[in-house]
């Protein structure tokens, strides 16, 4: 029945005045234009300004970025009003807003990486760990790329669990197999080293790594 979102309206007054936001600073190019609107091609949707004498609804859109404070800096520089500054949510993302001269409200954010967290996330786990291998896989895990920490996490923990069986506990060394074995095999080299760097030997674990 439905095709799915077409375009988000954003009433503007001046729609030569909204270019400089919408186009210039966003960055969005003009992909259909006609009588009193502009289409803007948003990636990952379209925009339509609309012209609109007195805008009585004023629309609230969100724009991902990867420099959040540079975002709203531009935003600013444009002529939009800032009215919440870039900084960091309990929602572990960091956003700021901007408010355009119709009213208008645009909210620049990006998620945060786990690196930015200022905390290390718990394990998904269902079952019994000792404080030793849970302590062990988190920090384990830092040696992971934050953009895939945590699908590693949640192997891993499904991992030693699967093998500890429905009444299983999940020790040191059980954790340090499926630390190795929820890796796909071509990539198990990169994990010699942060095994080192905590005091385990490789070699010992040599069925793992060719497995």
Do not use: C
């Not at 954010?109 to 302590?135: M, N, T």
């Not at 384990?140 to 030693?160: C, H, M, Q, W, Y």
């Amino acid at each position: 029945m439905f095709y799915g979102l077409s375009h988000v309206d954003v009433p503007v007054r001046d729609l030569i005045a909204a270019r400089q936001i919408y186009v210039e600073a966003l960055g969005f190019p003009v992909s259909h234009e006609g009588e009193g609107f502009l289409d803007l091609d948003a990636a990952s949707s379209s925009i339509r300004l609309v012209h609109s004498d007195s805008p009585e609804r004023p629309a609230s859109i969100r724009i991902q970025a990867h420099d959040v404070k540079g975002g709203i800096a531009a935003l600013e520089a444009a002529g939009a009003e800032v009215l919440y500054p870039a900084d960091r949510t309990d929602r572990l993302t960091i956003e700021g807003t901007v408010r355009d001269a119709d009213g208008n409200t645009i909210t620049v954010w990006r998620a945060l990486s786990e690196d930015e967290y200022g905390f290390i996330p718990e394990l998904p786990k269902e079952k019994g760990w000792s404080p030793e291998a849970e302590e062990l896989v988190k920090s384990l895990l830092l040696s992971v790329p934050a953009l895939f920490r945590g699908l590693a996490r949640r192997k891993i923990t499904k991992e030693a669990e699967r093998r500890a069986g429905a009444e299983g506990h999940i020790d040191r060394e059980l954790a340090i197999r499926s630390f190795i074995s929820a890796q796909a095999p071509p990539n198990r080299k990169r994990l010699v080293q942060p095994l080192k760097d905590h005091g385990i030997d490789p070699q010992a674990y040599r069925d793992e790594f060719e497995s």
